[in-house]
């Protein structure tokens, strides 16, 4: 929910300074959070720092990050949980004696009654926020520790919640300590220095050599390179550099390549994910596990939250109709009411962008609890929930940092068939001629996506000029239509701020038609080829009563609809559950250019964060 950066220096640099670093890394990580700023650096026995609420392009001038160098320095971008907005309650946060500067990430669950604890004890509190209260902990710990490190594994071990902690301290300013529990946490090393950091991208232009830090796991890098690893629980070391990994992304893969936003970049990147998801995870041997697993399973459980609950949808979906596979979505913050019946013969599919997402890494360890085997579907290698899952899948969708998710939703889609038409060969509810040719369509979809990509971005910028005073819209569909319509509807709340809310077609008229008056807009998914006559029946329904109709449509039917259509987008279709993905970039970039024409920027929305690591 925020973004977290920590440098430490290993060599002189006279042409950048460290304050300017950390802008550059906070940058990359803004989608991450930017409803404040800061920064702190020690030098020369001095710890500085300086943040203020606002966006980092915003603050900048007032901040001055390019003043200021050392050797070692933290940054942080803040989405709010605990109090307000506000340039007290902007990160870094500071113990009493301006000694210790901490930025945090999550959410301390006890910070009210170490914060009564603290107050007796005569600290002094100037902020609203839980993370405050580490900054205070850590400095009473150091009153009876022999050195920092030891202060640090206190306080940490007295904090409970989720959390990825970065601090500097001017008693050993050649340190700086961190410490990760259920929030992203990484490393990057380079010749130059050493970062600690809540994403990859804060600092892939500079490294792509990459250390996980798990969960549970705190410790320090310091200025001569040294990085100590160990476990809170157990206190066992880990050799670092065992876990390095070679990132396969380049720096100019997580910018915005010429594009004015990141969510219009990541909408044309769709053909390229979806090929190499599917290429990718084609002939890998985790696919094989994860079909045998879920065709053995009694209840097969799909949890995930936003997008990836859509997403899930249309893996029931694929999973019913080539497979004859049933299966209970879930929405991953309603996870107990189903765990509490799972047993050793049940399988969990969990689907998540980051692999960090909070709930849904509640869910499968609630659903572990019970037995019960757990296979991920993750964009992340190496994040929380695959570290947690017995089989781990993932897309090849490459950075997503528009915090509206496009292509991570196709890949993700394209990889649930794929696992579906596995099941479906091995339970043989799929002949193998059957299969091969529904692999072939699936290989042939990225050329699909392209050319409606093409054919939608002129129409969608016409259409965003009629809908950009409307203040609420339907999204309709039938069948394996109505997940795409929730993610359409899904994209318009959370970058245009119109009230869009999709039902199933046949239901809406059950009480949502009697809000439908003369230019209500209804946008009708027509993805699904079975049940092509019923959503014809339903937009004469609404187009009766004064809607203002759209519709996503095959070219080769686009005739049997004109008359009933107040607006068309005519596009390469396939079959119906292949649909799903060839459509899905039209609904993107009505989203994206609403968010336009209404002057808001669709890479931030606001109230929302690329990866919710708090309940």
Known sequence: MCGIVGVVRLKPQNDVTLGKLIKTCLERLEYR???????AVLKNGELVYRKKKGKIADVSPALRFEEFDGSIGVGHTRWATHGPPNDANAHPHMDCTRSIAV???GIIANYAKLKDELLALGHKFLSETDTEVFAHLFEQNIKTSQTCYEAFKKAVSQITGSYALVCICLKEPEKMFFARKNTPLVIGVSEEQIFVASDIPAFLEYTNRVIVINDNELGYVS???????????TSQKVQPYSRLRLIPWTAELARKGGYPHYMIKEIHEQPIAIGDTVRYNANDSALSLAAELVNSARNLFLVGAGTAHYASLTGRDALALLARKPSIPVISSEFSLFSKTATESDVVLAVSQSGETHDTLMAIRSFKEK???VISICNVMESAIPRESHIQLYTKAGPEIGVAATKTFVSQVSLLQLLAVRVGLLNGSLKETEASEYIKKLDEIPVLVERNIALSEVRAKELARIFKNKQSAYYLSRGTGVPLAKEGALKVKEVAYIHAEA???????????????EGFPVVFVFSDNEVFDQMRSNLVEMRSRGAYTVGLIGKERKAELAETLDYSFDLSASDSLLNTIAFAPTLQLIAYYLALERGYDPDKPRNLAKTVTVE
Do not use: C, R, W
């Open 503 to 517: 039902y199933e077609a046949g239901e809406s008229k059950h009480g949502p038609i009697s809000l439908v008056s």
């Open 371 to 373: 037995g019960a085997k």
């Open 103 to 105: 930025v945090h990430n």
């Open 223 to 233: 200025t001569d390179g040294k990085i100590v690893i160990e476990n809170l629980l």
């Open 33 to 39: 959070g930017y409803d404040s700023v800061g920064f």
